[in-house]
């Protein structure tokens, strides 16, 4: 009877996040050319992947590659991989992807209030906009203002880079006093 090994993979899209996230740290990753073992070096390299056999990576740089995420370039007995704009795309969607906002022990006694006024022709940013406030954890205060009451500063940030959005656009309000929030404390299990 053979013996089967078992291991346990993150699903192909895990490993693509790692080595897309890898990449955008590192902005360019240069790897000996001249070595016989130029993929293990690639992996060797990135220390976040030594939790992933070596065909998975390989396979894995094979399909970015294919699919425009990242480039190869050869110089001076060096490759470098970089992320393709279509990569930093990609990589600009994961990063939005996993934000989440930090809830402290203790409550600061600040709201944060984001207001937006997105133009109709950017209706698609809007609904996406609304979707990621309320993943985050924001509750609807009246319409296209939305409230939390942690500290959001640099995910707002964020966020407003990645959708292309002005000052004008969306705005983040840090407020001592919103009316009676009785309601709001209550949401948010304050107090």
Known sequence: MKKYKYYFRKPKSEITKDII?????AGILIIAA??????????????????YPNKKVYDTFYNLKKYGLID???KDKQIYISLTEKGKKKAGWMQ?????????????????VVMFDIAQLKKMH???????????????????????????????????????????ELRLIIADYVGNDKEFRKIFKLD
């Open 21 to 25: 996230g890898a990449l955008l740290l």
């Open 34 to 51: 001249t070595s016989p073992y130029f993929i293990i070096n690639i992996i060797k390299g990135l220390k976040r992947m030594n939790k």
């Open 72 to 74: 190869f370039c050869k």
């Open 96 to 112: 939005i992807d996993s934000l989440k906002i930090k809830k402290p022990k203790k409550w600061d006694k600040k709201w944060r």
């Open 126 to 168: 809007r609904e996406a906009l609304r979707g990621k406030l309320k993943e985050l954890g924001f509750y609807l205060f009246q319409k296209s203002v939305w409230i939390l009451p942690y500290d959001c500063k640099e995910e707002m940030k964020m966020i407003q880079e990645f959708f292309g959005l002005k000052d004008n």
